[in-house]
Every structure is written in C-alpha cells, then in structure tokens.
C-alpha cells in the first residue's frame, strides 16, 4: 500500500511539472448569489422549545466573492473571499436582523479534461470565515472566533469572449463556531455551534493568454 500511495503521488507530481505550458495559467473571478443556510443555522430554537442555541433561524441571503487560483492541467490550487447576509428571524436576532459571515478558503481544484466548448470542474478546501451579528433586541453585538472549516463545491467554466469564462457554481461550506455575546456570554464560552450553509453562485472569471484549458 505504501508503495502504490508513493508511485501515485510521483506520478501526479510528474503530471504536473511536465504539463505543456499553454494549459496552465492564472485566472481572477468575481461571483455574487445566494446563500441557504442548512441543519441546526436554519432551525429556531425557540420555537422548538431550546433556549442553548444563538446561532440560529438564519433565512436566505445574498452576497458576493472573488476567486484566484493557478491552473495546471488537470490540478489547480485556488484561494477565496466570501461576504454573506444572512437575514435572522428570532428573538436571538437585533432589530437588524442579520447575520453577517465573511472569511476566505483555499484549497484544490480538478478540472475534467477532454471538454472544449465548456470545463466542468470540482474543489474542495479549508475555510477561515468569521460571523458577526446582533442579539436580542438592543444593539448587543454577538461575534465568533476565526476556527477551520471546510468546503466541497463544483461548477462549470463557459468560455465566453476569449478570455473570459462564465462560471455557475455550487458550495457547500460546514463550520463550528464558538460565539460571544457581551453581557450574556463569557469570552471564554466553548459553545460549538454550527453555522453551514450552501451557496449557488454566478461568476466571471478572467485567465492569462497562457490558460489554454480555458480557451
């Protein structure tokens, strides 16, 4: 087992180094959509009875992001920025009633070869994202620690004018969040709460003259 995992990881290392260089290239995308928060983030506690949870009856909202990455053939490496506004419907949430999620991610990107007029494409990576909010019907601010989560997400490259490509794409993002409310809550509380969501998106993205995979 050992050996194969060795051999497979030179032979993917060897792909790349050796890749032509008119498929590898950097590309820039700006992207803007809707955010659907899922599990415990969507559900009020107070309504089923629990008064534990903070992070919660988070709706529908919308927001934007920019990607940049190096494609190299096939592989590609990728990082992220992600500004989302949750709307809330409890009586945890301010008169706002907001949510406020940013963070960035990186990660790797696959690209399925042999398509030219479209590049269908799958990632996944490591996210640092951070919420901030209101609680209450006052102007408490409720804020979270920066901790690791993670998101998976696929789309489709539609080249469009040379070099730009027309990008859908869906995320799925899950994190754990420890949340700080003045007034009602410590700062050392350890309340792992999660806040995912999954996000569909609509972007564009801008790749160098050399980016033959998305030509």
């Not at 934007?64 to 190096?70: E, I, M, Q, V």
């Not at 989302?84 to 399925?112: H, M, P």
């Not at 494409?121 to 490591?126: D, E, I, S």
């Amino acid at each position: 087992m050992k050996s194969f995992l060795r051999t497979s990881a030179i032979l993917v290392a060897s792909g790349i180094a050796f890749t032509p260089l008119h498929a590898q290239g950097i590309y820039v995308g700006l992207r803007g959509g809707a955010g659907i928060p899922t599990g415990s983030f969507n559900e009020n506690s107070t309504s089923s009875g629990s008064s534990t949870a903070v992070l919660d009856a988070a709706k529908t909202g919308f927001g934007y992001g920019l990607d940049a990455g190096l494609q190299m053939g096939m592989l590609g490496v990728y990082g992220g920025f992600d500004h989302i506004n949750f709307d809330c419907e409890s009586t945890s949430c301010n008169t706002e009633g907001k949510y406020r999620l940013q963070g960035l991610a990186v990660g790797l990107k696959l690209i399925a070869p042999g398509m030219s007029a479209f590049h269908p494409w799958v990632k996944g990576g490591v996210t640092f994202n951070e919420l901030q909010g209101g609680y209450g019907t006052g102007h408490t601010e409720l804020t979270t620690d920066r901790k690791p989560g993670f998101e998976i997400g696929a789309g489709i490259d539609i080249p469009l004018l040379g070099l730009i490509n027309f990008t859908p794409q869906a995320r799925y993002v899950g994190q754990n969040f420890n949340y700080k409310v003045p007034g009602v809550t410590s700062t050392t509380t350890a309340d792992n709460q999660g806040v995912n969501y999954i996000t569909f998106d609509l972007g564009l993205t801008v790749h160098n003259p050399l980016s033959g995979l998305h030509r």
